[in-house]
């Protein structure tokens, strides 16, 4: 059997790994492992993987790498409440902050990448996820009522500061 230092990754096999550790806040042995399972994706060998669905990658690629793919990943990423509370104010939020999670799930329904979520863009996401379990009549019901508490400036649509407002109010009266 390979020794456990033998499984790390050498620092030239994966690109500005320092940055990527920083960036994403995981250790070099879970990037290692992360880099061991990016590698089995890219089934063609060319260092980037096709993308199935832009919702989780939405820069507009069709393909990505895999400092992408960490970056992608490191939404996901547990909170680590110590550093939430000492961070360091100038410093930049992590991918995992709760502002960053929330963004990441925006942009999920943010389908037409205009910086904010219509009635129609909420009822695809809605029914994408929910499929003929629901009814139109419900599901327009809902994408109604979401659109209705988080719209404070009534243009109809939901904006990143809108859902940042709803979600910051939602927290607080729980």
């Not at 993308?51 to 069709?62: A, R, V």
């Not at 859902?163 to 607080?172: A, D, E, G, N, Y």
Request: hydrophobic content about 30%.
């Amino acid at each position: 059997p390979e020794s456990s230092s033998s499984l790390l990754l050498r620092e030239e096999e994966i690109e500005d790994i320092e940055e990527i550790k920083k960036e994403t806040g995981f250790s070099h042995r879970k990037i290692t492992r992360l880099y061991r399972r990016f590698t089995s994706l890219d089934k063609g060998g060319n260092g980037t993987l096709n993308i199935i669905t832009n919702g989780f990658f939405p820069e507009g690629e069709d393909q990505v790498n895999f400092r992408g793919f960490v970056r992608t990943l490191a939404h996901f990423r547990p909170i680590d409440q110590d550093n939430e509370k000492n961070k360091n104010p100038s410093a930049t939020e992590p991918l995992n902050s709760r502002t960053n999670k929330l963004l990441f799930a925006f942009r999920l329904y943010d389908l037409d990448r205009d910086g904010k979520i219509s009635r129609d863009e909420l009822l695809q996401v809605l029914r994408m996820i929910v499929g003929v379990n629901v009814s139109d009549e419900e599901l327009g019901s809902i994408a109604d009522r979401t659109i209705q508490e988080a719209d404070t400036n009534g243009d109809g649509c939901i904006s990143f500061n809108e859902l940042l407002r709803s979600w910051k109010t939602w927290m607080w009266n729980r």
